[in-house]
């Protein structure tokens, strides 16, 4: 399975971006979709997590501000993000949990300016 980020880009403070993870076989089955996320000089971190009956998670960072949600039958994730900081500004990575794989897409920038 391979997993292709999409939606990143420039954008100002207080803006919004919406990511896509096309995903090249079914996700109905996957256990977890997350989003993960990683600035520069910091270690890799959850961002998001839809569970396959739909149950999310997310960081305390971004409660209320980001929506993670699937769409099972274009085998694709999302990330809604809106109210963007500077502090945003990382590579986001989707991730699926299907079986016993664990499968990353290549990372999508997004940068937030101030």
């Known amino acids: 399975v391979q997993l292709q980020a999409s939606g990143g880009g420039l954008v100002q403070a207080g803006g919004s971006l919406r990511l896509s993870c096309a995903a090249s076989?079914?996700?109905?089955?996957?256990?977890?979709m997350r989003w993960y996320r990683q600035a520069p000089g910091n270690r890799r971190e959850l961002v998001a997590e839809i569970g396959r009956r739909g149950g999310t998670v997310y960081a305390d960072s971004v409660k209320g501000r980001f929506t993670i949600s699937r769409d099972n039958a274009k085998n694709t994730l999302y990330l809604q993000m809106s109210s963007l900081k500077p502090e945003d500004t990382a590579v986001y990575y989707c991730n699926m949990l299907r079986g016993v794989g664990n499968y990353w897409g290549q990372g999508t920038l997004v940068t937030v300016s101030s």
């Open positions: 076989g079914d996700i109905f089955s996957a256990i977890a």
